[in-house]
């Protein structure tokens, strides 16, 4: 790795001075909690009237943000380079700075920023947010005010994202990083970051902010970051839809690379029609076909998601002449008359994952034949590592079926 240029070190530094207990090293500064670091970097300069403005770049990671860095950026301004890196780096700790600690190091919120309780697609969510605005052109206090609102109404620019439906579905584990950058001015640029990508489509919800009704250049930035306050509900088929449309859309530096979505190849990011019960059946009657001895699939869904007509289709497939019924008070059926023997096991009733011995199903899921288990997610922990996950849900076009593999050989059980 190569040493960090001048300009670098002195914004880490300056980023350093201006958060409580952070510490800088080269151009990294360690936050002091929750593994968190910042990356900072001075990618140029550009002269302005009467300023100098220091493209700042800062990359910020975290334990709970997961394995990828998250990109954030905010320019400095000031007499000359060293006074705009120096000025731009105290100004964004002074204002996100807080934002970092309360919602990922667990301190109370300060120095202007705010913590909101909202709803995103049914989940509860903490919005920890602060902002930035600047003025160019000397537009009076009440110009910028009244520029922000036009945009904001009476909340934050993250509220109104949240609300309008442009963002795509957010991770339903961990906490999501929103950055937003409006221009107001003769010409409109907004830019939305989700996690350090654009998401072109947020545009949409400023779409119908009229034209300032000044000359100015007004910018407003804000940093605002999401943990999860409750479960995640399944998503509705047009927000999976809205989401990866807006993974197909063309960015300025080309397609984007959804390279971690499984099958993305295969389906280019478009849903399959909604299940009828017959081709939720005959989905499980394919998959019956094609197992082996040894295979798991756990059933997850509501009662009436249709996890035994997927069951009695995936014994079709396996040429199991015996009736399959739904085997709550037995807790497992077996059903050897098939091409492989069938155990159908659903564990609804069972108070503790210790009952699963005495009822025979620990000790042989996995040995052979074909095990399918419903209500599977009650114990989490109880089934073998190699298992097809089949999660169903109904939703108003009709049912919602989620398959998981674990491992190449249940894959394969999803092979076209």
Not at 66 to 80: E, K, L
Not at 148 to 153: D, E, I, S
Not at 244 to 259: D, F, N, Q
Not at 343 to 360: S, T
Request: with cysteine; charged share 20%; proline share 8%.
């Amino acid at each position: 790795m190569s040493a960090p240029s001048e300009p670098s070190r002195q914004l880490a530094e300056a980023v350093a001075a201006g958060l409580s207990g952070a510490r800088a090293a080269g151009a990294v500064v360690d936050l002091g909690y929750g593994g968190a670091s910042v990356e900072c970097a001075v990618r140029g300069f550009r002269p302005g009237p009467g300023h100098v403005a220091a493209q700042c770049a800062y990359v910020l990671r975290a334990d709970a943000l997961g394995a990828d860095p998250v990109f954030t950026s905010a320019s400095g301004y000031g007499d000359d380079e060293a006074a705009a890196v120096i000025g731009g780096g105290r100004t964004w700790a002074q204002a996100f700075g807080p934002v970092l600690q309360a919602a990922l190091g667990g301190a109370p919120v300060s120095a202007g920023a705010e913590v909101l309780s909202v709803k995103v697609d049914g989940q509860a969510r903490r919005l920890v947010v602060n902002g930035l605005t600047r003025g160019f052109g000397d537009p009076p206090r009440a110009a910028i005010s009244a520029s922000f609102a036009r945009f904001a109404g009476k909340g934050w620019l993250s509220e109104k994202l949240l609300g309008s439906g442009a963002l795509p579905l957010l991770h339903p584990t961990r906490p999501t990083v929103l950055s937003v950058f409006v221009i107001d001015g003769p010409t409109r640029v907004v830019e939305v970051k989700l996690d350090g990508a654009d998401w072109p489509g947020a545009a949409a919800a400023f779409a119908r902010v009229p034209a300032p009704p000044h000359r100015a250049v007004i910018m407003h930035r804000e940093l605002a970051i999401l943990p999860p306050a409750g479960p995640a509900l399944p998503p509705s088929r047009a927000r999976l839809e809205a989401t990866l449309a807006g993974l197909r859309a063309e960015l300025p530096a080309g397609l984007r690379e959804p390279a971690a979505w499984r099958g993305w190849a295969a389906h280019r990011g478009v849903l399959a029609p909604p299940l009828s019960s017959p081709a939720l059946a005959a989905l499980g009657e394919r998959i019956g076909r094609r197992c082996f001895s040894g295979a798991v699939l756990l059933l997850n869904g509501d009662l009436g998601a249709g996890k035994t007509t997927f069951a009695q289709g995936l014994a079709r497939g396996l040429g199991t002449a015996s009736t399959v019924l739904s085997p709550t008070y037995a807790i497992v059926h077996e059903h050897p008359n098939g091409r492989l023997p069938l155990y159908h096991a659903d564990v609804y009733r069972i108070e503790d994952e210790a009952e699963l011995l005495p009822a025979g199903i620990t000790e042989r899921v996995g040995e052979d034949g074909v095990w399918v288990i419903e209500w599977a997610s009650r114990f989490p922990g109880a089934w073998p590592p190699g298992r097809l996950e089949v999660t169903l849900g109904v939703i108003p076009e009709g049912r919602r079926v989620d398959l998981r593999a674990t491992d190449a050989a249940h894959e394969a059980l999803l092979a076209d």
